[in-house]
């Protein structure tokens, strides 16, 4: 009985192993095909037009849905955007077009 239940775990281990080597495998493999993200960039904007706390949110919305922005926090105290982007995909003069419509305006922070 002993013997059986020795042999039972040996297998177990094996396929244990076994199928751990061949996931980690494929998520090389993965890792291997998925594109790189580009050089990352971050561009504070002086943000007109804001009047209230819900501002904010419209602006940081706006400027989110631009493909390549990663992060927007928008200061209604400061009247400000900091936004970080990704550079292979869009640029800080695209994100200034991103509340084109709205009664905001971004423009470059010096």
């Known amino acids: 009985m ?11 281990l094996v396929l244990f192993f076994v199928g751990c080597q061949s996931s980690m495998e ?3 493999a993965e890792a291997e095909i998925s594109p790189q993200a580009g050089e990352l960039q ?17 602006v940081q919305k706006a400027v ?7 992060d927007c926090k928008v200061d209604y105290g400061k009247k400000v955007a900091i936004c970080t982007f990704d550079k292979s995909k869009t640029t800080s003069e695209k994100l200034t077009l991103a509340t084109k419509g709205t009664p905001y305006t971004l423009t470059v922070a010096n």
């Open 2 to 12: 002993k013997r059986h239940l020795l042999i039972s775990l040996s297998l177990l």
């Open 26 to 28: 494929e998520q090389e």
């Open 64 to 70: 989110l849905a631009v493909n390549g922005v990663t």
């Open 42 to 58: 971050t561009v504070t904007f002086k943000v007109d037009g804001m009047y209230c706390g819900a501002c904010v949110s419209k």
